[in-house]
């Protein structure tokens, strides 16, 4: 599972879960201005992810695997995907629905996430955050065909800036797994030029200069890097050997 | 990974590992923990740092093969395809 920004911590969290599912907030005081970055459901929604990925590490870690039926994320991606259905429309259901479909994905419910995916309409805005999660399903299935024809065709109807954006990248990333190149240059610049100061234009930019520059058969970028415990590694030090460079993290 | 660095480091294979996290603590933990012999980066940048950039390592696990030569011998590999590049790499 490729992860970024992965599961991260949880712990007993069904009081707040009890209140997400089953009461609408309170409205807040009247004089009380809300930002989009205090709206208190996206909060709500965020401390649930990292309440699950605690639980997550901690199943793991006790020699759980995705596949187990009483695994914890099944239960979470439920509680989530009720959420994003009882609060359609908002922010913070838009990243429910992104993390319930990354674990029914992660806990091997891979068909049933497609379907669910299939709800949303094309003009919807949640398809920023749920593209994610239909690409992962296509890579789980190693099969990116299906992939590629929904996203072209939500294409032709999205209108949402960001959620063009989001679905121009992905799509370009499916074309590069098939190997489809000049495809795959063309998405990445439908990216940069639907949101050119976006994430999403960063990665894309990204992209395009490996498929541009680092491919197999082209000279690797030189480089110079300082170890952990001090030794310098320079070109000359990986001159005439076969390096393996593993890029990885402890999450 | 320890696998790989089992089966090819006497075969001259040279394994860097580029950790992305922005702390070095559970780095340094991780490595003791699992006792990895093979040279370890982390300059706290995580992805923003120079050689993620460089290689447009945009997430984790990400790997890449290079030859004798400096050149890409493969990337996005499969544990199993990556063990196999590397030994064909080995043999050239």
New interface residues.
Partial sequence: M???KSWRPWIGLCLMILVACTSRPKQPPKEQVLKSSEDPELKLVSDMIDEIGQENGRYRKGGGKPSDPDHPVRKWADILWRYHELHPGTPASAEAANMALRGFVYTGQVDGAIAKVETFKPEDPAWEQVVGPLFYAASEKKDYGFFIKKVESVLQRATDKKARAALWLNLGEAYREQKQIERAKTAFEGTVRESPESDYAR?AK??L??VTS??????????A?????G?N?S?AD?????????????? | MKKLDKKFAKQGLVIVGLSMNTELKPVQEMVAQKSIKWQQVCDGKGFDGELPKLFNVQGTPADYVLDRNGKIAGKRLSHEELSRVISQTLRN
């Fill in positions: 490729k992860v970024r990665s990204g992209n200069y490996e680092l491919n197999v058969g082209q000279a690797a970028p030189q480089f890097a300082k170890t952990m415990d030794r590694i070109p990986l001159k005439g050997k076969v390096v393996l460079l593993n890029f990885w993290s402890t999450w």
